[in-house]
Each structure stands twice: as C-alpha cells, then as structure tokens.
C-alpha cells in the first residue's frame, strides 16, 4: 500500500511538473526562453561566489590571530576579496530575479487567459453545478501556484541542492568524512521529519482551502443577491450564515498554523543537535592541532550557510506541497473535458441576416433528459420555416427553455435532432451557431460597465452611430440620453441601477446590433408589467420582423400573433395550431388562456365558456 501511494504521489509530482513545462518553457517564445537560461545561469555563478565567502572568512580569521602575523600585515586584497564575493553573491540573486519575473508574471498570464477560456468552453451544465466564487478562487489560486512553484523549483530547490552538494564537498576534503556523516545524518532524519508533517499538513491546507471557498461563496453570494437580503429583512440570518463560515476558516487556520509551528521546532531541534556535534568534532580537531582556528571558523561558517540551506529545505518542500495541491486542482479543471465540442470539420453557417436571410429550424423526434431517470423532453418534432415565427407556451417545468437551450446547443439532445436549414447543429461550429441565433433572455444580466459597453457586446466592432441606431429601435435612445452621461453611464453590478424594462430594452439593442438570423425570445417580458410589456412588445416585433422567431413564453398576451404555438405538457407537444385555431379547439391553451387574460374582454368561443 505504501509503495502504490508513494507511486502515486511521485505520478502526481510528474504530472504536475509537465504542466508547468509548457508555461515555463513557452513554445516560440525564445526572448522567454533565453530569459530562462540566462536566470539558470546567474543563479549557478551566485552560489558558485557564494561558497568562496566561508573560505575568505576563514582566511582572516586565520591572519588575524596572533600565533600567525601581527594584525598589520592581514592581506588586503584578501578582505576586498571578502567583500567582492559577499556583494556579488547576492547581487546576482537580485539580477537573476529581475531576469525571471517577466517569465513568471508571463506564466500566470498565459494560465490565466487559458483558464478563462477553458471555462467558457465548458458547458451550461458544468456552470451550474459549480459555484461561481469557489471557480474564480481556484483559478486565482492555481494560477498563483505555477508561478510559485517554478520559483520554488528554479530558485529555491535547485540553489539549495547545489549549496547542500558543495559545501559537502569542500567539508569532506578538508575536515574528512566523520563531519560529512554527522551532517548526512541530519539530512535524512531532517528531511524525513519534514516529509511526514508536510503529509500530515496537505489535509489540513486542503481543508482550509474549502473553508476559504465557503466563506468566499456565502460572502458574494449574500451580497449579489443584497435586494432579496433587504425585502425578507434576513440580515441577521445572513450574518450568522457568513459568520458560521468564517469560523469553520478561523479553526482550520489555526490548524493549519499549529502544524507550521510543530513543524519549524521539530527541524530546528534537528538542526541545533547536528551543529552541536559538529562544533565538538571541531573543538576536539583544534585542541588536538588538526586544524587551526581558521579552519574552525571556517567549518562554523559553512554549517551556518548550510543551516540556512536546511531551513530554506524545509520551507520549500512544505510550500512546493501546498502550492502542487492549489496548481493539481487547477490542472483537473484544466483537464475536464467539454460536454459540448466542435466537429473535426464544421459546416460553415453564414450568421448575418444581411448575408442569408431568415433560417429553417426543425426539431425531429428531439428526446432531452440529464439523466435516463429524469426525461425533460420526449419525442418533440416541429418545423419553423424560414422568417416565420413560433411560440412554444405550456406550464412551469413542461420543458420551454429546455428547447431554446437545446437549439443554441447549450446541450446535446438525448435522442433526434436539431436542425438548421437541413443541417444538424452538431455540425456546426459553436461560434459559427452562437453568432447566427440572438437571445433576448428572461433575465437581463449586464456588465458593470457603461450602457454603451453593454450595447456594443452585441457586435464588438460596432461604431457609435450603429449603437444608438440600435438603441433607437429598441426604444431605448431617449431614456439614454436623458441620463447626465448617456451611454457612458454605468449600470452598476448586474444592471442594478437599471429597471426591469430598462434592463430588457437594452437586450434587445443588443440583438439587434448583432443582426442574428434566428431570433430567440426566452420569456423576454415574464417579468415586466403589462405597460412595460406593451411598450417592448413593438420593439420585439420590429426585431423579429424577417428573421426566424422561436418565442419562449408564459403570458400568452406576447403571442397572438405568431404563425405557429406549441403547448407542452410534461415535454410533450399536445397542441399546436394557431391562436385562433387553438382558442377554437378548447383545450389546454384555451384554458390557459381564458385563466390569464380574461380582462382583455376577448370573446372566448362557446366550448371554452
């Protein structure tokens, strides 16, 4: 058992050094790369310089004592010497780091541009299951390790090894091997000491990890949603919440540090014992005229430097631990695979309305569960032809936005197809199909940017002048510029400063700035009153005009209109017709109907009264 985890261990360490080798060693980028050698071989040279500091020490010492020379004839070409190596040792460090943090702040850069996009191609159903707080604390965590760990590597790790090997080495040859075999010693009990608290410690640093990302999430959590927080006057229920997490983080801390702290004590015992043996070896070497004062010094010395070394062991090995377990976490996100992923070859799907016109949408026998346990739709079939519109109505939970979301391909069907214009949307490109289909959703979320910002998202390389023409049909220009900045008036964190149809008229604007061939309506006015309804209902409809429509919808007011309706029931289709035909057939969609909108004074037929 120990040799299987040990295997695995040593697997997971592998695996986590080839997944910084690409960032570190970037594919094309020599400037980077030579930046990276450059850094290898400053740091060489340094502790090359840094291990001739004891030994000129050593040397003056030595001089100075009196059965040697009188004070006034110490070389002073051997104290410059002194000096010289003392201050190049360490400027050489300094000149290695600038020469790296380009490499290093470069690094995170490409990680965290690939994690961002790695995210989004990650599909609907991936975002939610995953807290959006604890996602963005992996990311930034992980991102922070990879840097953290190639300087722990490359300047850490590899500087102590070399000073750790040569300063043996000169030990060895000139105080012999009882001195090298004390100090080996050390070594492997310091190391295995190290190695069985950094083990015990991950445990505890992962479950500080998660009581971090706890705490994140309940904090943004409770402030996103501040408004719901005011209305059920839960503050104090939130402050409890918030606060029970923070003591979860404040007792896993303390844990975390009370293992840090049994950590450092047991290695400096370790370290004290080996230099207290060593000083006696050398004492007894003195007294027995062995080695001179000099050499006693000189072999203190070295013992500091390499003490220094231990301790930096100690440190790197506990961080290299705790920053693989942040950058493995973030490497298993990396690693994920999208439910939803681009054909070998894709079909091209001209986007533009201008270019192509309206498009063709069939639903064939499409089936949809997230589970063979949990069907949501069941052998759906109907046919939208090109710059016609359909309306799909029926109950909560029948199914609705499941369509609109299986057309734009947030999933894949279970069974059947979807098609555009006789093609199969998995054979299309997913930014070829996103660009082609506009959304106008039932719930609006902006970026905390300006109004124009947001507009613009529709079509990024849109020109001011196409922006408000946007914003104009949407009906939207004059409130805008009614507003003490106009379009350079920020909407705060979601659009919170902006009203339901403020927000909605926005959306649309921005549908019709990206000039989609099939439009999508998701319950575009559920959540607005009937004035505001009515007002958006004539920019929806100068939208829709020529384009293929699918409208999502509950309140059966925005859709009298359209060629075709759907009613679903429990994801079948049990009725579809017109709005006339359907009222005329007295079923499902006359009771909806007659439940809803009986102020309208619309004269039902006799079967439904």
């Known amino acids: 058992m120990a040799t299987a985890a040990s295997g695995s261990r040593s697997a997971r360490t592998l695996g986590t050094i080839r997944g910084i080798l690409p960032y570190l060693w970037p594919e094309g980028e020599w400037k980077l790369r030579l930046r990276v050698v450059v850094a290898l071989g400053l740091l060489v040279l340094g502790r090359v310089l840094a291990l001739g500091v004891p030994y000129c020490y050593a040397r003056i010492v030595q001089h100075l004592s009196p059965q040697v020379s009188p004070v006034v004839l110490v070389p002073v070409a051997l104290i410059a010497g002194y000096g010289v190596l003392q201050f190049f040792s360490h400027v050489l460090d300094v000149v290695r780091d600038s020469v790296f943090t380009p490499v290093a702040l470069r690094m995170t ?14 599909s609907l159903r991936f975002h939610l299951d995953r807290q959006t707080g604890a996602l963005i604390r992996s990311v930034e965590r992980g991102t922070e390790a990879v840097a953290q760990i190639s300087r722990i590597v490359l300047f850490n790790i590899l500087p102590s090894v ?5 300063t043996l080495g000169v030990i060895w040859h000139l105080f012999g091997f009882a001195y090298v075999g004390v100090i080996l010693a050390a070594l492997v009990i310091y190391s295995t000491v190290t190695l069985r608290y950094t083990q015990m410690r991950i445990g505890i640093r992962r479950a500080r990890n998660e009581a971090i990302s706890e705490a994140n999430h309940r904090l943004v959590d409770s402030l996103l949603n501040y408004e719901t927080v005011k209305y059920f006057g839960a503050e104090r229920f939130e402050d409890r919440r918030i606060d029970d997490a923070q003591e979860r983080l404040e007792v896993a801390s303390v844990r975390l540090q009370d293992s840090t702290n049994a950590l450092f004590s047991s290695q400096n015992f370790i370290i004290s014992l080996a230099a207290t043996i060593v000083m006696v070896l050398a004492g007894h070497d003195v007294t027995t005229h062995r080695i001179d004062v000099g050499h006693f010094v000189m072999v203190n010395t070295y013992l500091m430097a390499l003490y220094g070394s231990l301790t930096s062991i100690g440190w790197i090995y506990a961080s290299w631990r705790s920053s693989r377990v942040d950058l493995e976490h973030l490497l298993d996100l990396l690693a994920l695979e999208p439910d939803i992923s681009d054909p070998a070859r894709p079909v091209p799907l001209i986007s533009s309305l201008h270019e192509v016109g309206a498009a063709e949408v069939v639903f064939d026998h499409v089936g949809f569960g997230y589970s063979d346990a949990r069907m949501i739709l069941r052998d759906v079939s109907f046919r939208v032809l090109a710059g016609t519109s359909l309306a799909i109505v029926g109950p909560t939970g029948a199914g609705k936005s499941t369509i609109a979301r299986l057309l734009f391909r947030s999933y894949d069907v279970s069974s059947g197809a979807v098609r555009i214009d006789e093609t199969d949307v998995r054979a299309f490109g997913q930014s070829d199909l996103h660009a082609a289909i506009g959304v106008v959703p039932q719930d609006t979320v902006l970026f905390n940017e300006t109004v124009g910002y947001n507009i613009r998202y529709g079509r990024l390389d849109a020109t001011k002048e196409e922006i408000e023409e946007a914003a104009r049909k949407a009906q939207i220009h004059d409130f805008i510029a009614s507003l003490p900045e106009g379009y350079e008036t920020k909407v705060g964190e979601r659009g919170l400063k902006l009203s339901g149809g403020e927000k909605q008229r926005i959306a649309i604007a921005r549908v019709i700035l990206k000039d989609p061939r099939i439009l999508l309506l ?4 559920s959540a607005l009153d009937t004035r505001t309804e009515r007002e958006i209902h004539g920019a ?4 829709s005009r020529a384009r293929t429509t699918i409208t999502v919808a509950h309140r059966l007011s925005t859709v009298q209109e359209c060629d075709q309706i759907l009613v679903l029931q429990q994801g079948r289709v049990v009725e ?3 709005h006339a035909d359907l009222l005329a057939l007295g079923g499902h969609y006359a009771a909806m109907w007659a439940a809803q909108i009986p102020e ?5 037929p006799e079967a439904v009264v």
Do not use: F, N
């Open 109 to 122: 850069r490409r990680l965290v541009r690939r994690g961002v996009q790695h995210m989004h191609a990650l």
């Open 162 to 166: 070399i000073d750790t090997v040569l």
């Open 522 to 525: 998701d319950e575009a006015t």
């Open 540 to 543: 929806l409809s100068a939208l």
């Open 576 to 578: 579809r017709g017109t």
């Open 600 to 604: 309208m004074g619309e004269k039902l």
